[in-house]
């Protein structure tokens, strides 16, 4: 008996033993992904100030007044913190600097596009623009349902540099060297497998900037907004 009790209580030991080193954390399955991973934050503040573009001329003084009585103007320089993110798994790195931009009426402008403040994107604005030809913008934007809204969709939104012109006339004056930027908008709802869409075109003038802006809804004419006066303040 006491030979059978040896043999048990030697099994227990073995056992426990044996499910102890089973458990170590190094064995222990992951049953809910990768352990979280702080956030970085690196604040490298350069104060550069950045200029814009020479087709878009938004210097501080500047204004454009347009035909349908929109008036754009640049007020001053501001200064903004611009934040990029780098992704490592599942680990984010949050980069901020802080940069002195032109202030307008449609924005902060740095070079060829216009920025918002933190966590901002700026790529669906409407003074974002490049200078050589071809596609330079593509986004698809993915909106859920929600109580207040039960029609899912996505917005698409494609913008090109079409063509290059040495000249055009807008209200009487000619202006030289044109960049012609087209941009397409397109809103696809998934309970009718359709949606309307916008096309807008652009034509910037170097050291003028925006002359002209054309827009259509659905292929039909919508609105057209063309360059009056302006002035470029010193700079």
């Known amino acids: 008996m006491k030979s059978l009790l040896s043999i048990l209580a030697s099994l227990l030991i073995l056992l426990s033993a044996i499910n102890l080193q ?22 490298n503040y350069s104060f550069d100030t950045v200029y814009p573009s020479d087709y878009i001329m938004a210097y501080p003084g500047s204004w454009w ?32 600097d802080k940069k002195i931009l032109p202030r307008t009426t449609f924005g902060f402008i740095s070079f060829e596009s216009k920025v918002g403040t933190v966590g901002y994107n700026p790529t ?3 003074q974002l623009l490049a200078t050589n030809p071809g596609v330079f913008l593509h986004i698809i934007t993915e909106v859920p349902s929600s109580p207040n809204n039960q029609d899912a969709h996505k917005i698409t939104q ?3 540099v079409i063509e290059h012109l040495d000249s055009m006339e807008i209200n009487g004056v000619v202006y030289y060297d044109i960049i012609h930027v087209y941009d397409y908008i397109k809103t696809f709802y998934y309970h009718i497998s359709n949606g309307p869409y916008w096309t807008n075109d652009y034509y910037y003038a170097r050291n003028i ?5 054309y827009t259509t809804h659905a292929g039909a004419p919508y609105h057209e907004r063309t360059l009056s006066s302006y002035y470029i303040a010193p700079h």
């Open 209 to 213: 900037g925006l002359i002209r802006k």
């Open 158 to 160: 494609t913008r090109e």
């Open 65 to 96: 007044v347009y035909d349908d009585g929109h008036i754009d103007s640049c007020f001053n320089w501001a200064t903004v913190s611009i934040v990029n993110n780098t992704y490592a798994g599942n680990c984010v790195t949050v980069h901020e």
């Open 124 to 126: 669906s604005v409407s």
């Open 22 to 43: 089973s458990c170590r954390k190094d064995n222990v399955e992951d049953l809910f992904g990768p352990p979280p991973c702080d956030t970085t934050f690196i604040q």
